[in-house]
């Protein structure tokens, strides 16, 4: 989800060509970070040299969850990288350009698979009808919101080295949308948890697990209330030094959180007990 949000992002402020140094780097960062994700789900499988398989079982791509993520993975992180290599001097052999229409055509079609990238985890995991706290409607949308946070957060990082460029004004734009995708985030978490809790025992089972200490601390307020507050916080200032440093910090506190929350949602799936 971290590499779909952080393309998302980035295309979209490249196409309004809007801080586009920053945009430029994120849609070649967030390609990369999907195709290192990649490798590691294929090392999650037991042997890399399954991997193949993935590519060549089409009969089972409208009824596989993994199968259809291999495919829409490997769309991604190809034509992401379509997209955003020709904007850098060592490809510009390349026969097209990111603001010509076929680049474009390129860009456009990476930035829709980067949002079913991002939902993907919800859905792999929500299809798993054992495991009540992943078989939920409301996991894709926590996952995709997540993802999206997470990815604004990587922009504010990359963003960080372009500060002069950005101005106190972009970081103020990036830290609101991020702040507005917080509150989305917290409303989407509670959400799932109590429509989780209400779902039976084994469920409410689940929910006792993830709501750890670690969990409360690392994901709900260390992860997104405090980032909240700075976001707001940096909002009112106007020293691009202060901002930077505030937006540095919480997005940094966001990937935590981030990654927190996925596994605790991991660790914490209990299977249904079949007497």
């Known amino acids: 989800g971290l590499g779909g949000g952080t393309f998302l992002f980035s295309f979209i402020l490249s196409f309004v060509d809007t801080y586009s140094a920053a945009a430029q780097i994120g849609t070649l960062v967030g390609p990369l970070l999907a195709a290192l994700g990649s490798v590691m789900l294929l090392f999650d499988l037991g042997s890399v040299t399954r991997a193949y398989r993935l590519f060549t079982t089409p009969a089972t791509l409208l009824s596989s969850w993994m199968i259809r993520g291999a495919w829409i993975l490997t769309g991604f992180i190809i034509l ?5 290599l020709p904007a850098f001097s060592s490809f510009d052999w390349l026969p097209w350009e990111q603001t010509s229409g076929f680049g474009l055509g390129l860009g456009v079609a990476a930035a829709v698979l980067a949002i079913v990238v991002t939902v993907y985890p919800g859905l792999l995991l929500g299809v798993i009808k054992s495991i009540p ?11 995709f919101l997540s993802g999206l946070d997470t990815g604004l957060a990587a922009l504010v990082l990359i963003s960080l080295a372009f500060s002069p460029a950005v101005g106190v004004e972009g970081f103020h734009l990036l830290g609101a949308i991020d702040a507005g995708l917080i509150m989305l985030l917290l409303v989407a978490l509670g959400a799932y948890i109590e429509i989780v809790r209400q779902a039976g025992v084994t469920a409410a089972a689940s929910i006792r697990l993830l709501m750890t200490p670690l969990f409360i601390s690392g994901v709900v ?12 916080y940096g909002i009112y200032l106007s020293d691009v030094q202060s901002v930077r440093l505030l937006d540095g910090i919480a997005s940094l506190l966001i990937l935590t959180g981030g990654l927190l929350l996925r596994l605790g949602i991991i660790r914490s799936g209990v299977r249904i007990v079949i007497r």
């Not at 992401?80 to 955003?84: H, I, R, S, T």
């Not at 307020?221 to 707001?232: D, E, K, Q, T």
């Open 133 to 143: 706290l992943w078989n939920t409607s409301a996991l894709p949308p926590l996952f």
């Open 221 to 232: 307020v260390s992860g997104l209330l405090l980032p909240l507050a700075m976001f707001i």
């Open 80 to 84: 992401g990288l379509a997209y955003a």
